[in-house]
Structure formats: structure tokens, C-alpha cells
């Protein structure tokens, strides 16, 4: 079993530039949804979708070319994808050779799967989205939609993950809320270099307390642990503390060495959130 010591983070790293797919280091899931009581039957469904900016490899008349892309990797694969491996298998590519976009599109599609499905007996596809250059103005920016948590002045003493800090009134009648807020900020498992990030919390039930929601978001800020962790810890917390009748959880963090992470976790399956970036992305 892959653990995330074991991984190319913080470590000084050859540069590869020809197609090599053993450079993706899948790390289980399990470990860590154990940790927060998520078990291996979570109470959630979702995705983490990821963008590519830096993608980039040569035609068959060695002209480079170059194309976004967005992967859909969903949460019920037994693996996430570790960030620093997904940037080297990426730059793989940079001189190497394929017919087409299509090619590339095949071997990205083909290798993704397998590592994110690695050691299951169940076999799975990963969502593979090829924006080529002709399409680069059309894509969007966008804020997270919902009312904004941080408008509100509160005083924030903890910085480590305190869902105490989560309330709801079941006194009165259920609402249905869209909460958001930019002032997420999480640390590399690994390396503890920062991770910034939006957070949009949807869920109908008991009105959550607005003021802790914001302080145990605040709480993450010396945490160290990966994006889709993250997520995965704050949509258990408010389930178990607030008891919601539906919860979803949508962060989008800011992309480093040219990937962003958006995990999506949600109580009752349905339509994914479009993979549109934020500003700050």
C-alpha cells in the first residue's frame, strides 16, 4: 500500500520529459475516510475534479502543441491520484510524440484509470475532457455561488480543525442554505506548504449556525492534509454535528505547478458541479 511518505513530495525529483506512466503514485483512500468514520461505505458520493493548465507534447512533425484538460476522478474510485506524481506524468508528455490529440487523450484516459483503480477488483473510467487552444476563450470564471460567510466579524482563535465549533437549530423549521466562503486554507500533508481555497456548502435541514460555521472553517488554516481529505472531513463534521437532511461540499483550491484540485462530496447522487474556475484559480 502506497502512503503519501512514500511519494516524490518534498523530495528533489528528476525531470522527465518522455511519456512515462509509472510516474502516477496512487495513495488509498481508506486510511484517512477510517480516520474521520467514513469507513469504506462513505455516507457521500461526488467527484474531485481536476484541471490541467500545462499540458503540452509534439506532433509527429515534432511541433509542440498544447490543450487544458479537465479530469473527473470520482470518489468511489479506491485512490486518489497524489498531486506531485500527476505534475510529473504530465510533463511526460512534453517531448514525446503522438498521432493526435486523440492519442493523448486515449493514454490519459487508459493510465488515470488504472492507477486511480489500482488494487480493486472493480474496474472503472475516468472522465477526460481535451480543450484544445481554439476553445481556450471560451472558458469561463466564475465565483462560487450562495451567501458569503465571511462577510461576518468573528473572532477566530483555532486554527486546527474544531468541529465543537458546528451548531444547528432543530428548534425550528428545516431551511434550504447555500453558504460560502474564500478563507479556506489547508497545508500539504507532506510538505505543509499552504493549499488555498473557496468552500460552498449546500444542505436543507436544521439552519446551520452561520458565525461557527465560518470560526471551524477558519480552523483548518494550520492543517495538514490533501484537498479531497479535507473536504471529506469538513461534509462528515457538519453531517454529524448539524444533521442535515441533505449536505453537499464543494472546494476549489488554487492550482499549483499548473493543477487545481476541486473535490465534490455530496449526500444524494446527482448532477456534478460544472468544472468552472475561480478567479483566484
Known amino acids: 500500500m502506497n502512503t503519501p511518505e512514500q511519494s516524490q513530495l518534498g523530495k528533489s525529483s528528476a525531470y522527465v520529459d518522455q511519456y512515462d506512466a509509472?510516474?502516477?503514485?496512487?495513495?488509498?483512500?481508506?486510511?484517512?475516510?477510517?480516520?474521520?468514520?467514513?469507513?469504506?461505505?462513505p455516507p457521500f458520493?461526488?467527484?474531485?475534479?481536476?484541471?490541467?493548465?500545462?499540458?503540452?507534447?509534439?506532433?509527429?512533425?515534432?511541433?509542440?502543441q498544447v490543450a487544458l484538460v479537465h479530469f473527473t476522478i470520482p470518489c468511489e474510485t479506491p485512490n486518489l491520484i497524489e498531486s506531485k506524481s500527476f505534475k510529473l506524468y504530465l510533463n511526460s508528455f512534453n517531448n514525446s510524440r503522438f498521432a493526435d490529440a486523440?492519442?493523448?487523450?486515449?493514454?490519459?484516459?487508459?493510465?488515470?484509470?488504472?492507477?486511480?483503480?489500482?488494487?480493486?477488483?472493480?474496474?472503472?473510467?475516468?472522465?477526460?475532457?481535451?480543450?484544445?487552444?481554439e476553445k481556450f476563450d471560451a472558458q469561463q470564471v466564475?465565483?462560487?455561488?450562495?451567501?458569503?460567510?465571511?462577510?461576518?466579524?468573528?473572532?477566530?482563535?483555532?486554527?486546527?480543525?474544531?468541529?465543537?465549533?458546528?451548531?444547528?437549530?432543530?428548534?425550528?423549521?428545516?431551511?434550504?442554505?447555500?453558504?460560502?466562503?474564500?478563507l479556506l486554507k489547508s497545508n500539504c500533508l507532506v510538505t505543509g506548504q499552504p493549499d488555498w481555497g473557496s468552500v460552498q456548502i449546500q444542505y436543507s435541514g436544521a439552519q446551520i449556525d452561520q458565525e461557527g460555521l465560518l470560526q471551524y472553517l477558519v480552523s483548518f488554516r494550520n492543517h495538514n492534509e490533501f484537498h479531497e481529505q479535507c473536504v471529506e472531513r469538513i461534509?462528515?463534521?457538519?453531517?454529524?454535528?448539524?444533521?442535515?437532511?441533505?449536505?453537499?461540499?464543494?472546494?476549489?483550491?488554487?492550482?499549483?505547478?499548473?493543477l487545481d484540485i476541486?473535490?465534490?462530496?455530496?449526500s444524494h447522487p446527482g448532477a456534478l458541479p460544472a468544472n468552472v474556475r475561480t478567479a483566484r484559480q
Request: glycine share 8%; aromatic share 10%; charged share 25%.
Open 102 to 133: 486523440s492519442e493523448v487523450l486515449t493514454r490519459l484516459r487508459a493510465d488515470l484509470s488504472e492507477a486511480a483503480w489500482r488494487g480493486s477488483d472493480k474496474k472503472g473510467s475516468i472522465g477526460v475532457q481535451l480543450i484544445d487552444f
Open 262 to 266: 476541486n473535490p465534490y462530496r455530496t
Open 22 to 41: 509509472s510516474l502516477l503514485f496512487p495513495i488509498p483512500r481508506l486510511v484517512k475516510r477510517e480516520e474521520i468514520g467514513a469507513g469504506s461505505n
Open 142 to 182: 466564475h465565483e462560487l455561488d450562495g451567501l458569503l460567510l465571511d462577510r461576518l466579524d468573528v473572532e477566530c482563535t483555532q486554527y486546527t480543525p474544531a468541529p465543537e465549533l458546528l451548531r444547528a437549530n432543530h428548534d425550528e423549521a428545516p431551511v434550504t442554505e447555500t453558504l460560502v466562503s474564500n
Open 45 to 64: 458520493f461526488g467527484a474531485d475534479l481536476w484541471t490541467a493548465f500545462e499540458l503540452s507534447w509534439l506532433n509527429l512533425h515534432g511541433k509542440p
Open 235 to 258: 461534509f462528515m463534521d457538519v453531517w454529524a454535528r448539524c444533521k442535515p437532511i441533505k449536505l453537499s461540499v464543494y472546494a476549489r483550491y488554487t492550482r499549483r505547478g499548473g
